[in-house]
């Protein structure tokens, strides 16, 4: 059996599960920032959460020569995180879509969902509203 060491950058796998874990690791051991790989996808994620009001920002950065996303992590003035949940909907091994009609609430729309739609990534208020269909990728509240 090979063995894949992962450098510090690095991701094996699935991406938006490493965006998804980086995230939620940040936030449990309270860091103002994360840093993740860059990529369009990444990005398109970080859009919607920032415009959710999830986070409190991100930036394009590029350290030693490799971009980075840089994200500010959002917390309460209790100081617990904005995030209470995450989870991956869609897996590459487990391909998740909806119609327009199918997507769900998340919690009552406490939360969002994150969906793939054809016109970009969007969240799933804005899919049905907009009659779009597409692969659900993750959840958050």
């Given at each position: 059996?090979?063995?894949?060491k992962a ?49 409190a920002s ?25 995030v209470t ?57």
């Amino acid at each position: 059996m090979v063995k894949r060491k992962a450098s510090a950058g690095a991701t094996i796998g699935d991406p938006i599960s490493d965006l998804l874990n980086r995230l939620r690791n940040g936030m449990r051991a309270g860091h103002d920032r994360v840093d993740l790989p860059s990529s369009r996808l990444k990005e398109a994620l970080l859009v919607v959460l920032a415009d959710e009001g999830y986070i409190a920002s991100y930036r394009r950065v590029e350290e030693k020569g490799r971009p980075l996303l840089r994200v500010g992590l959002k917390y309460d003035p209790e100081g617990e995180p904005i995030v209470t949940g995450l989870e991956r909907v869609s897996k590459p091994g487990r391909r998740v879509y909806a119609t327009a009609k199918e997507i769900p609430e998340v919690l009552g729309g406490l939360g969002i969902s994150i969906v793939s739609t054809s016109k970009g990534i969007v969240t799933g208020k804005t899919a049905r509203e907009s009659k779009l269909g597409g692969e659900i990728l993750c959840n958050i509240w």
